[in-house]
């Protein structure tokens, strides 16, 4: 049933959506910051291989999925795992499939060089990001929305200027890192 979603959608929604239905989908871009990647309806946006990617990921108590999209390259990635393993292990393989499939059967699309910015901007820059985030899911209107007090999100900066926060882990639960590679 996954297969035949996705091929659909590969299809420009043939059998399932209008065409015009299918392109909003998959080309809408939300208003975000600059290049980073953003929201459309129903799927948001990713790059791997320098491909642009569009999907959705999800979570149940039993099952850990991901569906991506490569439009341009009429491709398509989906997994579904069984078990969380360990906290946040469901999500750091998701991922690291997800990027290892591209760069096996997607040839890489060149990208424009990383500029290279000192530590003092990247430090500046970082330190506006810094602080507590309260995820966007959940309640706004009822006594629900106390729970976005409890469970937000700390993002950091370190000497270097790298961003970094202890809800992201990677493999083995060591945090992830973000470091400026263009101006904000």
């Known amino acids: 049933d996954m297969g035949k979603f996705m091929l659909a959608h590969l299809a420009n929604g043939a059998g399932l959506l209008k065409p015009e239905t299918a392109a909003m989908m998959h080309d809408y871009r939300?208003?975000?910051?600059?290049p980073l990647n953003t929201m459309a309806l129903g799927f948001y946006e990713q790059h791997a291989n320098g491909h642009r990617a569009i999907g959705h990921g999800g979570d149940t108590q039993w099952f850990h999925s991901l569906l991506m999209l490569f439009p341009d390259s009429n491709t398509g990635f989906f997994l579904s795992i069984n078990?969380?393993?360990?906290?946040?292990?469901a999500g750091s393989l998701r991922n690291?499939?997800?990027?290892?499939f591209a760069n096996?059967?997607?040839?890489p699309v060149p990208l424009e060089?990383?500029?290279k910015l000192d530590e003092k901007t990247r430090r500046e820059h970082g330190a506006l990001l810094a602080g507590n985030y309260a995820n966007s899911r959940g309640g706004v209107a009822s006594f629900m929305a106390a729970t976005g007090l409890l469970g937000q999100t700390k993002i950091s900066v370190d000497d270097k200027g790298q961003v970094t926060s202890a809800s992201f882990n990677g493999f083995g639960r060591a945090p992830v890192k973000w470091v400026?590679?263009?101006?904000?």
């Open 113 to 115: 060089p990383a500029q």
């Open 104 to 107: 096996r059967y997607l040839a």
């Open 96 to 100: 690291a499939l997800f990027h290892q």
């Open 83 to 89: 078990s969380l393993g360990d906290p946040g292990a």
């Open 180 to 184: 400026e590679v263009a101006p904000f």
């Open 30 to 34: 939300a208003p975000g910051v600059g």
